[in-house]
């Protein structure tokens, strides 16, 4: 069976090109969603499933199943299970477009680039480092090899309260000197006795000279906003870099901050279900008019449903059903409140009321405009035990795809991604994948067989989905969110002269499969 599910509540995939004995291409489709989605194709000759799952900031992070057999080997063993909670994670968070500077001046980047550093990883090596070495210092800047040390931000970490630690960027900035049309950032983290513990890249951010006025058509769709994507709001008085607030979640109350900004979930709400009063979802660009609902990526605190409002000269436009777009001055209405408006004072979210209701717009004060943005997540997990690898985790490889050649008790996997080398072993759940490097952009392994995880599973009939891993020769394990999954065939037993005929023809394959190694 092939099947083909949401891991989680935030991914969606889609199975392109099946054919039967042939490849079998699983591209995820990357988006927010508030439902559980499940596509299945099934087939009565094929064993293996794919289950594709993407973590991103608005989920939570997708760990080992503690249950799971490999998940208790400790110590100084290779297996990915080993130490899941000595993990180390990186998270950077940052808008999807940047506007450039001319001139002499300087426009920063807002919100600011942040980055998130957990994970008990970070204080296992303070275990076996002096206090001042463990201490984490890095710096950011755009990924050219123009940038002058000058144009390179120091980040200043401070403890969470979740035992994490954090750093925003504040003086990035784009010069019209830089002719790109797109540029990633570059993270580079040190310890404090210098080492290295690896750069860190971005996703890409498109460069724009200033928020479109124009009614965006589907010739700008990377400038429009998508209904289950990641924004960010933020109000800034009277255009004074000082006085930005963000629209922010703390302690489980919505806040205004003028350090520390949250990523949420924008989706449209279609209608209300009365009997359950749940929400449905729509996809597509958001548009003025619709109704919204705002959910933090992070803690699931959501704010009512709302709708969104074009804002032109302190006026909230009523009258307007364009699509809403990257830096545009909106207004969120509340829907079963329509007089009221989320608005902020001083570091308090409370609701403006407006005074002189009117058809086709409404005056608003300061602190209910906001500007939207669209912004991006990037995590990066790895775990090096008890080892305390001293070489660089970078170039750290990431997994983009997947693509299985064959079915049934013999099938290879192909990994699309960047950054694979050589030196990266495959490994499904605590077991080592035979594993061909093709191209830095491509590894080949041969899935292993169902019994290594379970020996009763062809009597129990059972799915299995084991998380799949990347291991460096030195043992540094790199997380990744996709996973495998075992699926039972839907049809009878076979008689044992066909296994013994499925088993040979399994050797051979692994046979042939050494010879192009």
């Not at 144009?151 to 925003?168: H, R, V, W, Y």
């Not at 933090?296 to 709302?306: I, N, Q, R, V, Y």
Request: glycine share 6%; with cysteine; net charge neutral.
């Amino acid at each position: 069976m092939w099947q083909c599910s949401s891991v989680g509540q935030h991914s969606t995939l889609s199975l392109l090109n099946y054919l039967r004995g042939g490849k079998q291409f699983i591209e995820p489709r990357y988006h927010d969603t508030f439902m559980s989605q499940t596509h299945t194709h099934t087939h009565t000759h094929t064993v293996y499933s794919l289950v594709v799952c993407h973590s991103q900031l608005s989920c939570p992070i997708r760990r080992l199943d503690p249950g799971f057999q490999g998940c208790q080997l400790l110590g100084m063993t290779r297996e990915p299970g080993r130490e899941a909670h000595a993990d180390q994670s990186i998270i950077i968070l940052h808008a999807k477009v940047a506007q450039k500077s001319y001139g002499n001046e300087k426009r920063f980047f807002c919100p600011p680039p942040c980055v998130y550093i957990s994970g008990r990883g970070w204080r296992v090596m303070q275990d076996h480092l002096k206090d001042a070495v463990y201490r984490v210092c890095g710096y950011m800047c755009l990924d050219s090899s123009t940038q002058s040390q000058a144009d390179t931000f120091k980040l200043i970490f401070d403890e969470q309260p979740n035992s994490g630690m954090f750093a925003c960027a504040k003086s990035l900035f784009i010069s019209d000197q830089d002719k790109r049309k797109h540029f990633r950032l570059l993270l580079r983290l040190f310890l404090g006795n210098r080492q290295e513990v690896g750069s860190f890249q971005s996703r890409m951010i498109k460069v724009i000279s200033k928020p479109s006025q124009k009614r965006q058509s589907m010739k700008n769709a990377d400038l429009c906003i998508s209904s289950c994507s990641r924004v960010a709001l933020f109000n800034r008085l009277r255009s004074q870099t000082v006085s930005t607030r963000y629209l922010s979640v703390d302690r489980g109350a919505f806040v205004a901050s003028a350090r520390q900004w949250t990523a949420f979930t924008i989706t449209m709400v279609e209608d209300q279900r009365a009997d359950q009063g749940d929400f449905v979802l729509s996809e597509g660009f958001i548009c003025y008019g619709c109704v919204v609902q705002l959910v933090c990526t992070e803690s699931g605190l959501a704010l009512p449903p709302m709708v969104i409002r074009k804002v032109n000269k302190q006026y909230a436009i009523l009258d307007v059903d364009e699509p809403v777009s990257q830096l545009h001055k909106c207004a969120f209405q509340f829907r079963d409140n329509p007089h009221a408006y989320l608005c902020l004072s001083n570091d308090t979210i409370i609701q403006y009321q407006v005074r002189l209701p009117h058809p086709s717009r409404e005056v608003l004060n300061d602190g209910s405009c906001w500007t939207i943005i669209g912004v991006e997540t990037v995590e990066f997990t790895f775990n090096q035990g008890m080892a305390c690898i001293q070489t660089p985790v970078s170039p750290f490889p990431v997994i983009t795809g997947l693509e299985v050649n064959g079915g049934g008790h013999v099938a290879m996997l192909e990994i699309h991604g960047e950054n694979f080398s050589p030196h990266l072993k495959v490994w499904f759940g605590n077991s080592e994948a035979e594993t061909m490097f093709k191209s830095p952009k491509s590894l080949l392994c041969v899935v292993p067989d169902v019994s290594v995880f379970s020996d009763g599973w062809r009597c129990l009939r059972r799915v299995i989905t084991v998380p799949l891993s990347l291991i460096r020769l030195d043992g540094l394990i790199y997380r990744t969110t996709f996973s495998f999954t075992y699926t039972p065939e839907l049809h009878p037993s076979a008689p044992e002269d066909d296994v013994l005929l499925e088993t040979i023809h399994q050797e051979f394959t692994r046979a042939n499969f050494h010879l192009f190694m």
